[in-house]
């Protein structure tokens, strides 16, 4: 037994060590372009899909998500968004019938987009302040180029710090 606390404090020199360094965020990575992220391209389909197809192709491909364009292709311009969320919250919760329900009943339409030259900084500012976890990317004639999920830009920043 210790009869001076002071005693204690000399064996344990270690707590008031600072801790230890990590790397430093560096905040150039949020200027990159969103290109510098890795992402595939979107899974288009159209609004007369029913959610059953959305879901199988969400599942076959394993992604969040599809995006809606009026043929179906991505030669078209974007006027949706079917999400797995928009499964839970408009589908599930309200007893629907996936089956025989068209997309256009559910999906989000006209939904924030990014323009192809955005920064990453953009897609985490749009996805943090809308509470999104998908973001279509679109060209100059509003068609998708692709999907930015948080997934993406997590893995985006944790390739950037070196390997302990």
Same mark, same amino acid.
């Given at each position: =037994?210790?009869?001076?606390?002071?005693?204690?404090?000399?064996?344990?020199?270690?707590?008031?060590?600072?801790?230890?360094?990590?790397?430093?965020?560096?905040?150039?990575?949020?200027?990159?372009?969103?290109?510098?992220?890795?992402?595939?391209?979107?899974?288009?389909?159209?609004?007369?899909?029913?959610?059953?197809?959305?879901?199988?192709? =969400?599942?076959?491909?394993?992604?969040?998500?599809?995006?809606?364009?009026?043929?179906?292709?991505?030669?078209?311009?974007?006027?949706?968004?079917?999400?797995?969320?928009?499964?839970?919250?408009?589908?599930?919760?309200?007893?629907?019938?996936?089956?025989?329900?068209?997309?256009?009943?559910? =999906?989000?339409?006209?939904?924030?987009?990014?323009?192809?030259?955005?920064?990453?900084?953009?897609?985490?500012?749009? =996805?943090?302040?809308?509470?999104?976890?998908?973001?279509?990317?679109?060209?100059?004639?509003?068609?998708?180029?692709?999907?930015?999920?948080?997934?993406?830009?997590?893995?985006?920043?944790?390739?950037?710090?070196?390997?302990?």
């Amino acid at each position: =037994m210790i009869d001076d606390p002071s005693e204690s404090l000399e064996h344990d020199e270690s707590y008031f060590d600072p801790p230890p360094r990590h790397a430093d965020f560096d905040a150039g990575l949020l200027r990159e372009p969103l290109r510098a992220l890795p992402t595939r391209s979107a899974l288009v389909l159209r609004a007369s899909d029913s959610v059953t197809e959305a879901v199988r192709l =969400m599942q076959r491909e394993h992604r969040g998500c599809v995006v809606i364009t009026e043929d179906g292709t991505s030669r078209s311009p974007l006027i949706g968004i079917f999400t797995e969320r928009d499964v839970l919250l408009r589908i599930v919760d309200r007893g629907k019938n996936p089956a025989t329900l068209p997309l256009a009943s559910v =999906m989000t339409s006209d939904p924030e987009v990014l323009p192809v030259r955005s920064k990453i900084a953009h897609a985490l500012n749009k =996805m943090s302040v809308g509470g999104f976890r998908h973001v279509p990317v679109v060209d100059d004639e509003h068609r998708p180029v692709c999907v930015i999920s948080v997934r993406d830009v997590v893995s985006f920043l944790d390739n950037a710090f070196p390997r302990e």
